[in-house]
T-cell receptor, first 116, second 112 residues
Framework: EAQVTQNPRYLITVTGKKLTVTCSQNMNHEYMSWYRQDPGLGLRQIYYSMNVEVTDKGDVPEGYKVSRKEKRNFPLILESPSPNQTSLYFC???????????????FGPGTRLTVL | RKEVEQDPGPFNVPEGATVAFNCTYS??????FFWYRQDCRKEPKLLMSVYSSGNEDGRFTAQLNRASQYISLLIRDSKLSDSATYLC?????????????FGAGTRLAVHP
């Protein structure tokens, strides 16, 4: 089944404790992206990757890191989480830059992160 | 001003009703437009693209008004299963790169 998976789905942690949220897709997509979703705000892009070893900042990259060593995986790293990073996080992938329905963006199920 | 603005709702409608959502965008150079659907606590999924001439997919009709910079989604004969949040999504060129800007969503609740 074609899908984007994320782990963990739920995480409660404390300020400053490094964590990684994994994202994996099995559709051989080149483009991958991380978003966060907060109440009253649209999804905001954190980082994106257009291919292996090619990553770039989105709109809200502060406090986050990513890597793209393999095409299928795009982990999100919070080196020192803070309470303002409490949010719902989505990973997404598409064949190319998602500007048409041909390059439809598929989202993972989401990771709900709480930083105390 | 937000780059993509939507009425948050909720729109509470009975089954069978016709409901319309509007969305406005700020960047006149935007070229691609979409409606996504997001069920409660789930991931967004592409509902339909929006084309300049307007387009229909079953009970759903999307229209684009470039002059006024707004997009609409019309749902006819609402079903209980249409209850969800509908996200308006617009592309924006920034620094040579095109990215998607998501509205905060309009919530629809269809009741029996």
């Amino acid at each position: 089944e074609a899908q984007v998976t994320q782990n963990p789905r739920y995480l409660i942690t404390v300020t400053g404790k490094k964590l990684t949220v994994t994202c994996s897709q099995n559709m051989n997509h080149e483009y991958m992206s991380w978003y966060r979703q907060d109440p009253g705000l649209g999804l905001r892009q954190i980082y994106y990757s257009m291919n292996v070893e090619v990553t770039d900042k989105g709109d809200v990259p502060e406090g986050y890191k990513v890597s793209r060593k393999e095409k299928r995986n795009f982990p999100l790293i919070l080196e020192s989480p803070s309470p303002n990073q409490t949010s719902l996080y989505f990973c997404a992938s598409s064949l190319g830059t998602p500007l048409s329905s041909y390059n439809e963006q598929f989202f993972g199920p989401g990771t709900r992160l709480t930083v105390l | 001003r937000k780059e993509v603005e939507q009425d948050p709702g909720p729109f509470n409608v009975p089954e069978g009703a016709t409901v319309a959502f509007n969305c406005t965008y700020s960047n006149s150079a935007s070229q691609s437009f979409f409606w996504y659907r997001q069920d409660c606590r789930k991931e967004p999924k592409l509902l339909m693209s929006v084309y300049s001439s307007g387009n229909e997919d079953g009970r759903f009709t999307a229209q684009l008004n470039r002059a006024s910079q707004y997009i609409s989604l019309l749902i006819r004969d609402s079903k209980l299963s249409d209850s969800a949040t509908y996200l308006c999504v617009v592309n924006q060129a920034s620094g040579g790169y095109n990215k998607l800007i998501f509205g905060a969503g309009t919530r629809l609740a269809v009741h029996p």
